[in-house]
């Protein structure tokens, strides 16, 4: 057997002559295919989807609050010793301070509420309750015209658990949408054509699919008929969702004759796992390398990014991110806490710079790609878990009217509620809504 047929050597591999065996010395082939090696992947020059496009990338655990929000504000403010890792794209996004959801309870339930300003209890004798994320409003302009309407993304498959999701988006009905944490899959998803069976049990999955949804509305409608008022509302809510999953199942079929775009896989990092701390700066490498060809192919034009899981995640050089989130106000702990959130920055710079790099008819593809970047927690200066001023800042959009370079700072128990921030980024990206959760409005000074 040939012992290199693997691609990576071991070091159990020995040269043989004259009745020896002498070891190997170690060479970077022994190296596993995903260890700390630098992304070698490269942007391409020229992007011709000019479209408006969104992506939500949710990092947890809060962050050294101390160290992130800037001293002053305004256009002329000073970097925070965090935001310095930004400082070769300062005039590419706007940090935002103060703002919080004034329904969220904080805690580690801050993803599931990040995107929707819900009040998670809203509901007497429910555990949970949420209601739709904004990224869906926009997907639901968008998603028509694109193989998908939108992707989520997380190092968690699924749904996760109420609480501790893992994603961030929830349909109009307030069901979490399952995210997709391979790389591999997600690659293999966009881009690489199906053959003939495939696509036949495909349309056979879809076929027993929209059976079942036809049973599930032929029994709806004797059912609806004995129930009272209260049950009536919670029947109609789930059938809104029984109908949004016959419009997706309509818009799959039609896309399954269409050609995927030819993408190649070359210095694309696939087999890292989110939940290998050697993997992890890999992990997020590749996946919003993943997100920037999904954008440039038009595949989709909404998508969220769940970094980790609330109460959970790794730091950069593998730490335990939430075990740093409890703090306590410990000066060790914080300044490990602003390690992390400097390295995610640093991978958030990089995703900016590919953007950048890319021209897209008068600009490049940042102009008209909105990067919402933050928490829905903030561990504060003594760990406490709050819900108040979350760490935000929003990325790209210029061409679309997002005021970028400056420090939006607001008092944190007096601000206008987060949800109009959230209104304001998806009108930016074709959502003609003027309701969104509890906004009062758009928000003033990050929009024109």
């Not at 029984?242 to 210095?267: H, M, Y």
Request: hydrophobic share 35%.
């Amino acid at each position: 057997m040939n012992g290199f047929s693997s691609g990576r050597l071991s070091r159990r591999h020995v040269l043989r002559a004259a009745g020896a065996a002498v070891s190997l010395p170690f060479f970077d082939a022994m190296l596993p295919r995903a260890w700390a090696r630098p992304s070698t992947f490269e942007p391409l020059t020229k992007s011709e989807a000019v479209q408006p496009r969104m992506l939500c990338c949710y990092v947890p655990n809060g962050v050294n609050i101390i160290d992130w929000v800037p001293a002053d504000s305004g256009e002329n403010y000073t970097l925070s010793p965090t935001l310095k890792a930004l400082e070769e794209y300062r005039n590419d996004f706007t940090v935002v301070t103060g703002m919080g959801h004034p329904h969220s309870k904080g805690g580690h339930s801050g993803a599931d509420t990040w995107l929707t300003g819900a009040d998670l209890a809203s509901k007497p004798g429910a555990d949970y309750t949420n209601s739709v994320s904004i990224d869906q409003m926009v997907a639901a302009v968008h998603g028509p015209h694109t193989r998908y309407a939108s992707l989520q993304l997380a190092d968690g498959s699924g749904t996760g658990a109420a609480g501790h999701s893992h994603t961030l988006s929830f349909d109009a009905t307030g069901t979490p949408l399952p995210a997709e944490n391979s790389p591999r899959r997600l690659f293999e998803r966009l881009f690489v054509p199906e053959s003939a069976a495939d696509k036949a049990a495909t349309l056979a999955r879809y076929a027993e699919r929209r059976s079942i949804l036809d049973a599930i509305g032929g029994d709806a409608k004797s059912l609806h008929r004995r129930l009272g008022t209260t049950d009536q509302k919670k029947l109609d809510e789930y059938l809104s969702s029984v109908r949004d999953t016959e419009k997706q199942v309509e818009r799959l079929e039609q896309w399954i004759d269409r050609p995927k775009p030819q993408v190649s896989d070359k210095g694309l990092q696939l087999e890292s796992k989110p939940g290998d701390a050697h993997d992890r700066p890999m992990w997020i490498d590749v996946m919003l390398e993943l997100v920037y060809l999904s954008f440039l192919t038009d595949t989709t034009r909404v998508i969220t990014f769940e970094w980790s899981r609330e109460a959970g995640g790794f730091g950069i050089g593998g730490e335990n991110h939430h075990e740093l989130s409890h703090h306590g106000g410990d000066a060790g702990m914080l300044a490990k806490l602003a390690v992390i959130d400097k390295a995610f920055l640093g991978k958030l710079g990089r995703f900016m710079g590919m953007l950048k790099k890319t021209a897209e008819a008068d600009g490049s593809m940042l102009d008209r790609t909105v990067v919402l970047y933050g928490s829905g927690m903030n561990s504060g200066k003594g760990g406490e878990h709050s819900p108040k001023n979350l760490p935000l800042l929003v990325a790209g959009g210029s061409k679309l009217g997002v005021k970028l370079g400056q420090h939006l700072a607001f008092e944190e128990d007096k601000h206008p509620p987060l949800s109009n921030m959230l209104l304001s980024l998806a009108q930016k990206v074709g959502c003609e809504t003027e309701k969104f959760s509890d906004a009062t409005g758009t928000l003033d000074g990050l929009v024109g």
